[in-house]
């Protein structure tokens, strides 16, 4: 329970950052609901997390070919990504540099050149400005169209994953990742991966963060919410989610990995390919993985999971954003990935395994949302008593880290709350910069 004096919707927002400050305690388990749920929170958010940190804008091989651009969205601003002539990957804001319109509309498609629909001015996928209608007749020789290409904004990738940030001093993409790198590696390192189809977007009524908390540390809920593929029989016991470690590193990066499986649920024709991308630990991981749930600061998160499609367990791969639209909204972006060079049967039934599981019509996802919506409605609006709520973080508070294959604080088992205690802190520290 916090106490305080003035409503939030009277503070202004160096009081909010403030009282931030003195009611968010995530290294004693404490915090405050109105986190998901008051406007003025998601406010400083823009523009002291989403604005400032690396972010996720997609996958490489979603413009695998020379010419290919997809339109993205960083921290609530339109971006081009294109891939030039020469196979660089760039990315630019929407926007035409003669009035400001939207300079392209579509989600994705192939073209060298960009026409705005306003006035005409045609852009190249590298940035530059080659074309202005009537420019001779109308400018004389006063335009100069050098200084009047695209605003290129900062990309980075790492194996694959392309993050862009509004931030100009924003540390190295691979920094700002660290140690988390180590098991993105396993994700989306262990093989060439591929997107298949486009990504799946879905708006749902809660607030951001319930996403990134629920898969960063949350493997508490599955045997509760998930209850019923225990009943089902497609998993073993109702606490078959407690076995594994949970791992958190800087930045409020962490991960659950489930351990140990006896099934390889990858495919086995790859394993060279595996083996020539990853270290002997990692490997070892990879070859032990019941499944690997985790989040990359602040809103991407990442997914291995498996189902027995056929008698084979088959695992499926994926990334989603929680892209926040609202404090109480937002919309989940997924991509599904593959390994490239399994084959075309393989492909296939690892879709199933991920429809079946994590998707608008998956039996997870489906659980999921219902639960964030209900958290989220809970935790906003005017009721007074409201402001004073805090939620319970202390589970494993009592406990000592073990010693683990790969990098950060690893416990031994994943019913604890220390990612999310991580992942708040972290949080924490940025908004209160
Ligand atoms: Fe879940």
């Not at 852009?123 to 020789?141: M, R, S």
């Not at 009047?148 to 931030?167: A, C, I, P, R």
């Not at 073993?236 to 470690?245: D, E, L, M, N, V």
């Amino acid at each position: 329970m916090i106490k305080t004096d003035k409503p939030l919707e009277e503070m202004s927002k160096r009081q909010v950052v403030n009282h931030l400050y003195d009611t968010v305690k995530p290294e004693e388990g404490v915090i405050p609901a109105y986190l998901l749920g008051d406007p003025k929170v998601y406010e400083i958010e823009h523009e002291k997390v989403f604005l400032k940190t690396w972010v996720f804008v997609g996958h490489e091989s979603e413009v695998p070919n020379k010419g290919d651009f997809m339109t993205r969205e960083l921290a609530g601003y339109s971006l081009i990504i294109t891939r030039d002539g020469e196979g660089e990957i760039r990315a630019f804001y929407n926007m035409c540099t003669h009035r400001g319109m939207k300079l392209c509309r579509a989600d994705k498609g192939n073209k060298s050149m960009f026409t705005c629909p306003y006035h005409g001015f045609n852009f190249k996928n590298t940035g530059e400005l080659v074309g202005v209608p009537l420019q001779k007749d109308i400018y004389g020789g006063t335009l100069d169209r050098t200084t009047m290409g695209l605003h290129k904004v900062k990309l980075e990738s790492y194996k694959g994953l392309l993050f862009g940030t509004w931030n100009e001093d924003a540390e190295p993409l691979e920094d700002f990742l660290g140690d988390i790198r180590w098991y993105l590696d396993i994700l989306v390192g262990r093989a060439e991966m591929e997107v298949i189809g486009v990504p799946q977007r879905f708006v749902v009524s809660s607030n951001w963060k319930v996403g990134s908390d629920n898969f960063v540390g949350d493997s508490y809920h599955t045997m509760v919410t998930h209850g019923s593929i225990a009943k089902l029989g497609m998993v073993p016991s109702a606490t078959y989610s407690k076995r594994g470690f949970q791992i958190h590193t800087e930045n409020g990066h962490g991960l659950n990995l489930g351990t140990p499986n006896p099934d390889f649920a990858f495919p086995e024709e790859l394993k060279a390919e595996f083996k020539s991308n990853l270290s002997v630990e990692q490997y070892g991981v990879l070859s032990n993985l019941k499944n690997m749930i985790g989040n990359v600061f602040p809103n991407l998160s990442f997914l291995i999971s498996h189902t027995k499609i056929k008698d084979q367990f088959i695992s499926n791969t994926s990334v989603r954003m929680w892209r926040p639209i609202g404090h109480n909204k937002m919309e989940v972006i997924a991509w599904m990935l593959v390994e490239k060079n399994a084959s075309q049967d393989w492909k296939d039934r690892s879709r199933d395994s991920f429809i079946l599981t994590f998707s608008p019509s998956g039996i997870f996802e489906q659980d999921d949302t219902e639960v964030f919506t209900d958290i989220t409605e809970a935790a906003q609006g005017p009721m007074p008593f409201l402001k004073n709520l805090t939620y319970n973080y202390t589970m494993g508070l009592h406990r000592e880290p073990v010693e683990f294959v790969g990098p950060g604080v690893a416990y031994d088992d994943k019913f604890t709350e220390a990612s999310q205690r991580n992942f708040y802190k972290y949080w924490l520290e940025l908004m209160t910069k």
